[in-house]
């Protein structure tokens, strides 16, 4: 893992730090063991370290500190698909929307804007609403496959008590032996089960429409008249001619 404020054109990069220092390339991780710290000035005193450039603060009503600036993970060796087809279960994350970290702990969530289930080595359905739980120490101890398709995936704002920075950040396609998976199953999910548990085996939707009410109170607690009937019509089912 490696923090670079030296990298052209990129979101976090600047050429010196807000102490006046140049910023570099800091390498945090090598292999598993930590190699290095981000250290500002008054922080190196303390530690009996040299400041590695990466004292960051919004504006002059802060007092600078230690702040990532391009920090990201090196390629490993293996494809993405490879690392896709050597998974039984799990969830592809394509997009992560943001989240909050304890910085005194390492606990994190994130919110996944883009996922898919992996099932038998294969992406099969997308998923809605899941959350990434866990300590970043931990995960980082259960990362078991490593992409080699590095890059920086995009620039945000970073909001810390010197305030808010811009910053970038890039990973390899990489897979976590474990993690916590949270969300909460959708309106829409929740009624087409429901439509799904009512439709018979043989498609006879004869005892369907006498047990409708059922579905009807979750359905149109959702969904409006003109809505619920399009998603009925997939089934077959017209509540309202």
Sequence with gaps: MVDDGTLPNQWGSTNIDDEGIPTR???LI????????????????????EPTGSARRE?????????????????????PEDIVAAT???IFAAQIRGGSVNT??????????????IENGRITRPLRGAKLIGNGSEILRNIDMVGNNPG?????????????????H??????????AVGGQKSRKSTILSTLCSLK???????SVRSNMLKAKVLIFRFLSKKSANRVLRRYGVLIWP
């Design 88 to 90: 039984e279960h799990g």
């Design 25 to 27: 390339r800091n390498v």
């Design 170 to 179: 890039g990973t390899p396609t990489l897979r976590v032996a474990e993690i």
């Design 59 to 79: 504006s002059y009503e802060y007092v600078p500190t230690s702040r990532m600036n391009n920090t990201f993970i090196l390629g490993g060796e293996n494809r």
């Design 104 to 117: 005194e702990t390492g606990d994190f969530n994130f919110s996944v804007s883009r996922a898919y289930l």
């Design 152 to 168: 920086m995936r995009g620039g945000g704002q970073c909001g810390s008590k010197s305030g808010w920075v811009p910053v970038c």
């Design 30 to 49: 090598e292999k598993g063991i930590l190699k290095g710290y981000l250290v500002d000035r008054f922080n190196g005193r303390r530690m009996r370290m």
């Design 200 to 206: 018979p085996e043989s498609g006879d939707w004869t």
